[in-house]
């Protein structure tokens, strides 16, 4: 069975970082791209990063860019989102999802608040 | 990176049918044949209903289908049922490994 288990979310002030993970289990996690998506509260889902199966190539939205970054560790079964530069319009959940050219599973997500 | 445009919410009676769209650019909806539809009750992850504009994923009832046509997508549930009121996102693969969500349409069965 596929999972994906998120955490590191929480609070914190404007200006600060965090550090998301996700924990992947039921598939081989380097054969996979791998994404970040939010969801700020009653709002849509937003496209945030992606990651390819080797790290080759990342991606960032125009809203991130140059304040966080994506990483995986493939013997760890693992992602990450460290985020720098904390705003108050980065708070979100935060779902890492499995990606091919849609997204076929989803983790519960973390709770990121940026609020002072 | 501008979101894909689907209407704010659309309703219908047990039974009916409802459509919802999806309208994008020539750069997402209508450069890819990779549109994808997510289904999110409140509190829970998105779950994936539609992929590749019209394919259904082992599990999903047959009373959801997706369609597309130049930039704009749908997705049709017929026949509903109280359970399918719910959250629904579309979603296009945009190029160079980047993806663009539609603003997620709420769908009320009176």
């Known amino acids: 069975e596929v999972q994906l288990v998120e955490s590191g979310g929480g609070l914190v002030k404007p200006g600060g970082s965090l550090r998301l993970s996700c924990a992947a289990s039921g598939f081989t996690f380097s054969t996979y791209s791998m994404n970040w998506v939010r969801q700020a509260p009653g709002r849509g889902l937003e496209w945030v990063s992606s990651i390819t199966s080797s790290s080759g190539y990342i991606y960032y939205a125009d809203s991130v860019k140059g304040r966080f970054t994506i990483s995986r560790d493939n013997a760890k079964n693992s992602l990450y989102l460290q985020m720098n530069s904390l705003r108050a319009e980065d708070t979100a959940v935060y779902y890492c999802a499995r990606v091919t050219y849609y997204y076929d599973f989803w983790g519960q997500g973390t709770m990121v608040t940026v609020s002072s | 990176q501008s979101a894909l445009t689907q209407p704010r919410s659309v309703s219908g009676s047990p039974g009916q049918s409802v459509t919802i769209s999806c309208t994008g650019t020539?750069?997402?909806?209508?450069?890819?044949?990779?549109v994808s539809w997510y289904q999110q009750h409140p509190g829970k992850a998105p779950k994936l209903m539609i992929y590749d504009v019209s394919k259904r994923p082992s599990g999903v009832p047959d009373r959801f289908s997706g369609s597309k046509s130049g930039n704009t997508a749908s997705l049709t549930i017929s026949g509903l049922q109280a359970e399918d009121e719910s959250d629904y996102y579309c979603c296009s693969y945009a190029g160079s490994y980047t993806w663009v969500f539609g603003g997620g349409t709420k769908l009320t069965v009176l």
């Open positions: 020539s750069s997402d909806v209508g450069g890819y044949n990779y």
